[in-house]
């Protein structure tokens, strides 16, 4: 479910919390890690199931709708499709989703039916004209008359629709969003991840696939352990690390340099140091990426210069043990 890159931000956001105090011993560091991840998986799935309880929560107002004749069938397009879509339907039976929404306890027919109602207000409501769930649809028709006539289907409009509305109108909502960032610290700061996620997987669905859902996750899958064994070293070595950084900051104190690129810095050495198969070239870009995201402007080519000078002290010292793919680059 997650990849290298993903747990590696993990981690270093579980080791910045551990140095920031966040965490009583190094013991609850790596829990925490674990922690953020299942928090992760569960959001994951709780947008698949919002999507599904929204779809079930359209078919009933469009029967509703449709039963007093208010708005015409053409009126109620938009909402049909979101009803009656045949990439939901495929969804529901998908077994990764029905065991993962079992293991996670949603039920949003029991709670948050309030929830649902204002996202559905937000997205279907005619009375002001054609609903946003319409104007994606006539663009949604203006890009199936430019698609090959050996790539349609009836699935495949219904699950460019999907995709259209959870991309742009469902997943960005600020209603569901405000929702969930308000239960968990986790869901707020990885919320945009999820929502890629999620509009990728209705991206890559296919019906002859019953499981196009991702499965979960592992404290055993490989890039878990990764991430964990990153942690683990970096924990029992901080010091050894650290001291190795500072020893080659030419004109710098330690106080003078940011917390986030002391972090980046120890755990980047730690990289080089304790996973044989990286090459070194992928680490640099890694944590020059890292410094791009969490730091301030100046502070990648900072830890570009450092780490470039760390990598060929660590060679010349005969420290950097690569093997295998590591040795690529």
């Known amino acids: 479910m997650f990849n290298r890159r993903y747990i590696r931000e993990k981690a270093v956001q579980a080791y910045y919390g551990f140095v920031q105090g966040g965490a009583e011993s190094a013991l609850s560091c790596q829990k925490n890690l674990l922690a953020g991840l299942d928090q992760t998986a569960s959001l994951y799935y709780l947008h698949i199931s919002f999507l599904v309880s929204l779809s079930e929560y359209a078919q009933e107002r469009y029967e509703s709708m449709a039963e007093r004749k208010r708005f015409s069938e053409a ?3 938009g909402l049909r499709m979101m009803a009656q879509n045949l990439a939901v339907e495929h969804l529901k039976k998908d077994p990764n989703y ?3 929404i079992e293991n996670y306890k949603f039920n949003w027919k029991d709670r948050q039916t ?3 109602s204002a996202v559905f207000n937000d997205l279907f409501n005619l009375q002001e004209g054609p609903s946003i769930a319409d104007k994606v649809l006539e663009n949604l028709k203006a890009d199936w008359k430019q698609k090959p006539e050996s790539e349609k289907s ?3 409009f219904h699950r460019m629709f ?3 509305m959870y991309r742009r109108k469902i997943g960005p909502n600020p209603i569901l969003r405000s929702y969930c960032e308000e239960r968990s610290l986790y869901w707020e700061s990885d919320y945009e991840s999820v929502t890629v996620w999620v509009s990728t997987l209705i991206a890559q669905m296919s019906p002859e696939r019953l499981d196009n859902v991702d499965p979960g ?3 055993e899958d490989e890039a878990v352990v990764f991430g964990k064994t990153l942690l683990e070293k970096t924990l029992l070595h901080q010091d050894e690390y650290n001291d190795y ?3 080659r900051l030419q004109n710098w104190k330690p106080e003078r340099i940011g917390l986030t690129e002391k972090v980046l810095l120890c755990m980047a050495v730690s990289e080089f140091l304790n996973f044989p198969s990286i090459p070194v070239k992928v680490t640099l870009n890694e944590y020059i990426e890292l410094a791009k995201r969490f730091c301030v402007a100046d502070s990648a080519a900072f830890i570009n210069g450092v780490l470039n000078k760390i990598a060929k002290d660590l060679a010349d010292e005969k420290k950097l043990r690569k093997s295998g793919r590591g040795l690529i680059g």
């Open 245 to 247: 950084v500072f020893a």
């Open 154 to 156: 009836d699935f495949e």
């Open 98 to 100: 029905l065991l993962n």
């Open 114 to 116: 309030d929830l649902i």
């Open 75 to 77: 009126q109620l397009e």
């Open 162 to 164: 999907l995709r259209k």
């Open 217 to 219: 996750w592992s404290a």
